[in-house]
């Protein structure tokens, strides 16, 4: 089973940009769609977006759309996600997450996790 690492977060104004990376080892991350999810404290895990095996394809919440980008780069086993103009109500704990599966945007879908990276936007 393919092993997730996130990297990249960290601190940032309002209206800045951070490039988070999703990088995978034991296994060949072009096999699976590639979700981001995102955790905030006291509040359930939610979807951001996922990119398909190919990346060629992509989906995202309302919420970011238009602000965040997905990519990826097979040859690199890395897949990124790009975040402007953040806002704070961006600030959670950001996943990446692997699933066989297409562009599905469920938790439930996506049976391996990374361990997260924290995003803080301040004001």
């Known amino acids: 089973q393919v092993q997730l690492v996130e990297s990249g977060g960290g601190l940032v104004q309002a209206g800045g940009s951070l490039r988070l990376s999703c990088a995978a080892s034991?296994?060949?991350?072009?096999?699976?769609?590639i979700g981001w999810f995102r955790q905030a404290p006291g509040k359930e895990r939610e979807f951001v977006g996922v990119?398909?095996?190919?990346?060629?394809?992509?989906a995202y919440a309302d919420s970011v759309k238009g602000r965040f980008t997905m990519s990826r780069d097979n040859a690199k086993n890395t897949v990124y996600l790009q975040m402007n103009s953040l806002k704070r109500e961006d600030t959670a704990v950001y996943y990446c997450?692997?699933?066989?599966?297409?562009?599905?945007?469920?938790?439930?879908?996506?049976?391996?996790w990374g361990q997260g990276t924290q995003v803080t936007v301040s004001s």
């Open positions: 997450a692997a699933t066989w599966r297409g562009l599905v945007t469920g938790t439930s879908d996506f049976g391996s």
């Open positions: 034991g296994g060949t991350l072009g096999a699976y769609s």
């Open positions: 990119i398909n095996r190919s990346g060629g394809t992509t």
